[in-house]
């Protein structure tokens, strides 16, 4: 269907019932921002710099922190723009840029904990043959299949959404481009692309969350059956912090686009946390409790640190201790 679209650009107005508490959120939030862009590159730079988690595990930890630098900067750098006291105003393409990226971005970050499950399920259920299973052009296609059907979900929600002819109103109630408050600005019948709208985003992440569930079944399966309780232990350690970040992530999701009554401040919410908050929260889940990794992130700081003090002594100038003439 061609676009008729005669709206050049849209109206963000922000979170709904904010109204005076811009300065607040704008430091709130560039905290948030700051923070999940920090913790996030800690942590990929201890995965790229230690060899000792140059592990299959951590290598889709690794693209995980990367989705994370980039998800929340889909919709958080405007945002922030605008609660500085700038322009509402996005561009007609740069709303579907941003919706794009956002359906793509977090298309991929549920294939990634789909495949991160069975990642996992091979380790405990066949530890003998991980290493065979999950070898290097395994891991590479696997990254590289989450990302392509990411791709292929995020471009099919975004050509149904801007299918649709926009000629009316552009003010979008929202704080950022997303599908549902988007098609509710259509000049023409959205109520059958809205129920494709809804079982595509809604089957997606429930397919992906169903098989999670039954890898993590046989997991706890095989755990209860190692003898060692010590090994419990560590197999359970091991798993805690991925079944932490799976329901951080997909209870938002859930709550946002599988609602038949959505309402616009709650979902808004929710969705402050799932796009700033979780993302925020991943390094510290798989850090916490996880030795390797936090001796690698000390290590890094520690680098970082001798760095910082030796550029401080190169840029302090020397004075001289001779006598004027």
């Not at 690794?62 to 919709?75: A, H, K, M, T, W």
């Not at 750098?77 to 322009?87: A, C, E, I, R």
């Not at 495949?115 to 991980?130: G, N, Q, T």
Request: hydrophobic letters at 45%; one cysteine or more; charged letters at 10%.
């Amino acid at each position: 269907m061609k676009n008729l679209s005669v709206v050049t650009q849209f109206i963000l107005l922000g979170i709904p019932h904010t109204e005076g508490l811009e300065t607040t959120l704008f430091v709130l939030f560039l905290s948030f921002y700051i923070f999940t862009l920090v913790g996030n590159l800690l942590i990929l730079l201890a995965i790229i710099s230690s060899t000792r988690l140059h592990t299959p595990m951590y290598f889709f930890l690794g693209q995980l922190s990367v989705c994370d630098i980039f998800f929340p900067s889909v919709s958080s750098p405007k945002m922030l723009f605008y609660l500085s006291g700038n322009s509402r105003d996005i561009s007609y393409a740069g709303c579907v840029t941003q919706l794009f990226f956002y359906h793509f971005l977090g298309g991929t970050e549920c294939f990634l904990y789909t495949v991160m499950a069975y990642d996992r399920f091979v380790a405990i259920c066949y530890p003998l043959r991980y290493s065979i299973i999950m070898s290097h052009r395994v891991c590479a296609f696997l990254a590289m299949g989450t990302s392509v059907f990411g791709c292929i979900h995020s471009t099919f929600l975004t050509s149904l959404t801007f299918q649709l002819p926009y000629c009316g109103p552009k003010e979008v109630n929202y704080y950022f481009c997303d599908i549902p408050v988007v098609m509710k600005l259509a000049c023409a019948d959205t109520s059958t692309l809205e129920m494709v709208g809804f079982i595509s985003v809604g089957l997606m992440p429930l397919s992906c969350f169903f098989f999670i569930l039954t890898s993590y079944s046989c997991i706890v399966r095989s755990i209860l059956q190692i003898r060692s309780t010590e090994g419990r232990h560590r197999a359970f350690s091991t798993c805690s912090a991925h079944l932490t970040a799976i329901l951080l992530f997909y209870m938002p999701v859930i709550f946002i686009y599988l609602r038949p009554t959505p309402s616009p401040w709650l979902d808004a919410t929710v969705q402050v946390l799932n796009n700033l908050v979780t993302p925020m929260l991943n390094p510290l889940i798989y850090s916490l409790r996880n030795k390797e990794v936090k001796s690698s992130l000390w290590t890094v700081l520690q680098s970082a640190i001798l760095i910082s003090k030796v550029v401080v002594q190169a840029c302090i100038p020397t004075s001289s201790g001779g006598e004027f003439p």
